[in-house]
């Protein structure tokens, strides 16, 4: 069965820290990667996607995320977090035929100052 | 551009009762979905509309129903509401039912069932 894990619930790091959050993915075939931000009190917004091609890939507010298949996984990284990036971070994959979205469970970050 | 915007913000009702909850799509998107965000049991699919159409449903019950308007607005309809049943439910919209439309979700309605 299609399913996505994110191992830590809970990450924080201190404000122009680094960040990585972690998300592995089990699916059967080449696989449709997200990751979306929810702020407290509002729904989702996309960060950044891989579909095919160059692993590495850009997302909005200067975000990226690697997909590494040998590994199942498609972690989400910045190099200095900002106290604005407070927020939950949900990976998903995209089950294709059904046209759903399959999401971790997330990962709440906070950031000191 | 405008995005997803759904409504009413914030929805109160009674256990028994019914809810109805809308969704205005990106313009020139056709699909719509909708997704339960409930607590302790993360987002789950609940329904796709394209077209029209009914296309695809999660692992909810009947009582969770909707329809797509020839605008392609959407409603969900919630029968006979249950305490789980309180959550926030998120739209979402894509361009089309291709595996590479990415699906743009609305800010949610808040569903409180007392």
């Known amino acids: 069965a299609q399913s996505v894990t994110q191992p830590d619930i809970h990450i924080t790091v201190s404000e122009g820290a680094s960040l990585e959050l972690r998300c592995n993915y089990s699916?059967?075939?080449?696989?449709?990667l997200f990751w979306y931000v929810q702020s407290p009190g509002q729904g989702l917004q996309l960060l950044l996607k891989?579909?095919?091609?160059?692993?590495l890939v850009q997302g909005i507010k200067g975000f990226e995320a690697e997909f590494k298949r040998s590994q199942s996984s498609f972690n989400l990284r910045k190099p200095s977090v900002h106290w604005s990036d407070a927020a939950e971070y949900f990976c998903?994959?995209?089950?294709?035929?059904?046209?759903?979205?399959?999401f971790g469970a997330g990962t709440r970050l906070a950031v000191h100052p | 551009e405008a995005g997803v915007t759904q409504s009413p913000t914030h929805l109160i009702k009674t256990r028994g009762q019914q809810a109805t909850l809308r969704c205005s799509p990106i313009?020139?998107?056709?699909?719509v979905y909708w997704y339960q965000q409930a607590l302790g049991l993360g987002l789950q699919f609940l329904l796709w509309?394209?077209?029209?159409?009914?296309?695809n449903r999660g692992n909810f019950p009947p009582r969770f129903s909707g329809r797509q308007f020839p605008n392609y607005s959407s409603e969900l309809n919630v029968n006979a509401l249950e305490l789980e049943d309180s959550a926030l439910y998120l739209c979402?919209?894509?361009?089309?039912?291709?595996?590479?439309?990415?699906?743009?979700f609305g800010p949610g309605t808040r569903l409180t069932v007392l």
């Open positions: 979402a919209s894509s361009l089309g039912r291709a595996d590479t439309d990415t699906q743009y």
């Open positions: 699916y059967g075939a080449t696989p449709y």
């Open positions: 891989y579909f095919s091609g160059d692993t």
């Open positions: 998903a994959v995209y089950s294709g035929g059904y046209n759903k979205l399959i």
């Open positions: 313009s020139g998107h056709t699909s």
């Open positions: 509309y394209d077209e029209g159409e009914e296309r």
